[in-house]
């Protein structure tokens, strides 16, 4: 019964005739040239872009991020370069306030006001 | 109008169509423009979509017909590209959700005077069959292919090819039963 059924397909799925003038229209879109090279007819501007597009983005992308990288590197360098300076002359500002102050106390120790500059002062 | 497969073709005529004859190659197209065809209206239901794919077979077979060993391998080469050509269209768009009935009525009418509700149902349900059971289904019974030749068509193992017959059987066999359109007793 199960062939009954196969043989039932066969009957009802006979290959059907293509619409009329099928083998004219085909042929007349058939190239000319039997083997035609298909590059011929892609649009050159459009090559490069499909061959190289993904890979020549991914270049482009990998170069900024590394330029990127050394302009925020070079960056960072430059401004703790100039804090050290900035640090050192505070530093030596400080160094500096600290010695006259220095200076001052021992003028004051080995050179003590006499009585006479005491009553010019009062 | 496609020539019977009882009209034999001379092995020459493939070697003219491959050293430039375009009769040769027309005869060739003739010769298997309905198989090609159909391949397609029933993979796709849709009669336009169908020709397209047809056109596409035979310039695909035009520009590698130095591939082409025999008269054989041709009818191979055609079935397998077809077939393959329309599962690669269904996966890209679903003709099968837009296809007009009236075109479905047409194919059936076409195909047997007899019954013509039977065969329009059944071209409704081979339509519901996903892509490949669908084409196992066409070059097992249409092209009468046997199932080593249809794995190979399909590059599927053979067990697959089976399994995809019977469930195909079974399914089409119980919506045919359901629809009252045969018996049980008739064709369990």
């Known amino acids: 019964?199960?062939?009954?059924?196969?043989?039932?397909?066969?009957?009802?799925?006979?290959?059907?005739?293509?619409?009329?003038?099928?083998?004219?229209?085909?042929?007349?879109a058939l190239p000319v040239e039997k083997n035609p090279t298909v590059v011929a007819f892609i649009p050159k501007a459009a090559r490069p872009a499909r061959q190289f597009g993904v890979p020549a983005a991914l270049a482009a992308s990998l170069l900024g991020a590394v330029l990127f990288g050394m302009h925020v590197?070079?960056?960072r360098s430059l401004r703790e370069e100039q804090?050290?300076?900035?640090a050192s002359q505070q530093l030596m500002q400080a160094l500096r306030v600290t010695s006259q102050k220095l200076d001052l106390a021992y003028e004051a120790v080995n050179n003590p006001p006499t009585a006479g500059d005491e009553e010019n002062r009062s | 109008m496609s020539l019977s497969a009882a009209q034999p073709m001379p092995d020459s005529l493939l070697a003219q169509a491959r050293a430039g004859d375009r009769d040769a190659f027309a005869?060739?197209?003739?010769?298997?423009?309905?198989?090609?065809?159909?391949?397609?209206?029933?993979m796709l239901s849709r009669r336009d979509a169908a020709e397209d794919l047809a056109q596409d077979v035979f310039l695909q077979l035009y520009r590698k017909l130095d591939s082409i060993e025999s008269l054989e391998h041709l009818g191979f080469w055609l079935r397998r590209v077809a077939a393959n050509l329309a599962i690669d269209w269904l996966r890209r768009r679903p003709y099968s959700a837009t296809r007009p009935l009236d075109e479905g009525a047409e194919v059936a009418a076409q195909e047997t005077e007899e019954d013509p509700l039977m065969s329009r149902?059944?071209?409704?349900?081979?339509?519901?069959?996903?892509?490949?059971?669908?084409?196992?289904?066409?070059?097992?019974?249409?092209?009468?292919?046997?199932v080593a030749e249809v794995a190979a068509m399909l590059d599927m193992p053979v067990n697959t090819v089976k399994s995809h017959i019977k469930r195909s059987l079974t399914a089409l066999r119980g919506q045919m039963i359901g629809a009252k359109l045969i018996d049980c007793e008739e064709l369990p």
């Open chain 1, 1 to 28: 019964m199960n062939e009954n059924f196969e043989d039932e397909l066969r009957r009802r799925l006979r290959a059907v005739d293509a619409p009329g003038g099928f083998t004219e229209r085909l042929m007349a």
């Open chain 1, 73 to 75: 590197a070079n960056d």
């Open chain 1, 83 to 86: 804090e050290g300076i900035a």
């Open chain 2, 27 to 42: 005869t060739l197209v003739r010769a298997h423009q309905g198989s090609v065809f159909s391949i397609g209206l029933r």
């Open chain 2, 121 to 146: 149902e059944l071209m409704r349900m081979l339509g519901d069959l996903a892509p490949h059971p669908r084409a196992v289904m066409l070059l097992r019974y249409q092209e009468d292919r046997d």
